[in-house]
């Protein structure tokens, strides 16, 4: 008990006197949570770059324009011909190009059936996706009006014609999300991929610290899991606040909707946070390098945000990509979290999901072995020392 102790004591000493550390575990997580929630308080995108490009410049093409104009998600750039709207859309100056076609009037009369052209720049997913919609539901009010006197020249009835254009009224409506606000959608699994990369930091700077300051035998000297065990004890605690804090500022400061309790999410946030410490335990041990420590983590954990399946379904992904989704603990945890938040599933769907994280377990073997081989080859060169002064 009394090592245990002092490890602690030793370990918050360490804490103190490391500015880089203290950072980790107080302000940049802030300051952090705070610029995504910022790039995220708008809410629904708006106002959006638009290219038209008006080939027939007529009352019917100059209406549609004005439609896509009044979508707030759109803001129409007039462009005169094809290829300087392309240039623009390389050039990320616009998301999404339309391209109006001659005499769209005249095709539609004489059913021609003309082609509106409508491309978005798939590199930004989201914003494509939404524009695209948009534009084509806009297209659609705008057109509604000529194909109806279409119908009536053809001598149809105005309320047949009417039921022919829109036989169906249908309404979409998000089940877990009735605005379509991005905050309830993106901002969680942001900031949950954003929390994975901190504590992945804070936990491979305080073992780097063992190496920088070259304490590793006297590390060693308390025993390997009085060691490992006293950084966890420590370090664990304090990301978990990190997590609560995260969960404060989504599911109470914000008011997004919470069918689960805060309970639950502490918990799988725990046991997330026990993997990752698992993963870069075995990578410390494994590689014994500050720099490439860091570096394989990082490279580890970087995609974390689209391996969680939020934004692109991660059975379309390549094998590899699912081999290495799976590696990451935010992967696991992120289907706790949409269960838990939009379904409010009890505890017993919570732990059975849990088991999910079988697999880190077998990192623990692999860690006993890693560390004692690192322990024996120190021990040894101090010995040699010793024995050659």
């Known amino acids: 008990m009394l090592a245990m102790t002092s490890l602690i004591k030793r370990e918050l000493k360490a804490l103190w006197n490391d500015p880089w550390q203290l950072a980790l575990i107080s302000y940049i997580p802030l300051l952090g949570i705070f610029c ?15 290219a038209v490009v008006d080939m027939d410049n007529t009352s019917l093409s100059r209406s549609l324009t004005r439609r896509i104009e009044a979508n707030p998600a759109a803001r129409v750039l007039s462009y005169s011909d094809l290829a300087s709207a392309k240039r623009a859309m390389l050039q990320a100056d616009v998301y999404a190009m339309v391209v109006i076609p001659q005499s769209i009037r005249r095709d539609m009369l004489t ?14 997913l989201l ?31 105005k309320v047949q014609a009417e039921l022919q254009m829109q036989p ?11 605005n379509s606000n991005y905050v309830v959608f993106l ?23 063992e190496l920088r300051q070259n304490t590793m035998r006297d590390w060693f000297s308390h025993g390997i899991w009085r060691g490992i065990g006293v950084k966890a004890i420590v370090y664990v605690p304090l990301v978990v606040m990190q997590g609560r804090l995260i969960l404060a500022l989504l599911y109470q400061f914000l008011g997004l909707p919470l069918a689960g309790t805060f309970g639950q999410l502490l918990v799988a946030q725990l046991v997330m946070l026990v ?13 014994q390098d500050c720099a490439r420590v860091i570096s394989f983590c990082s490279a580890l954990f970087a995609p974390a945000f689209p391996f969680m399946g939020i934004t692109f379904p991660t059975h379309d992904m390549p094998m590899l990509a699912q081999w290495w989704r799976k590696l990451m603990p935010s992967s696991h945890y992120i289907d706790s979290h949409i269960g838990l938040v939009s379904y409010g599933q009890a505890w017993p769907q919570l732990f059975e999901q ?29 010995n040699a020392l010793a024995g050659g002064v």
């Open 275 to 287: 993997a990752i410490w698992l993963l870069v335990v075995a990578i410390f041990f494994l590689l």
């Open 127 to 157: 914003v494509g996706k939404l524009l695209s919609s948009q534009i084509q539901q806009s297209l659609a009010d705008g057109l509604r009006d000529v194909a109806r006197q279409k119908q009536l020249s053809m001598g149809i009835p």
């Open 354 to 382: 849990l088991t999910d994280y079988w697999g880190y377990s077998l990192l623990i073997p692999l860690i006993i072995v890693l560390a004692i081989k690192v322990r024996d080859g120190i021990f040894a060169d101090q």
């Open 36 to 50: 995504i929630w910022w790039l995220f308080s708008a809410a629904l995108p708006r106002h959006l770059p638009v």
């Open 168 to 178: 169906l009224q249908t309404q979409v409506t998000a089940l877990y999300n009735h």
């Open 111 to 124: 059913g021609r059936q003309p082609g509106i052209d409508i491309r978005y720049n798939s590199q930004f």
């Open 187 to 209: 901002l969680p699994p942001v900031l949950i991929a954003l929390g994975q990369l901190m504590a992945m930091l804070i936990f491979a700077n305080s073992l780097n610290r």
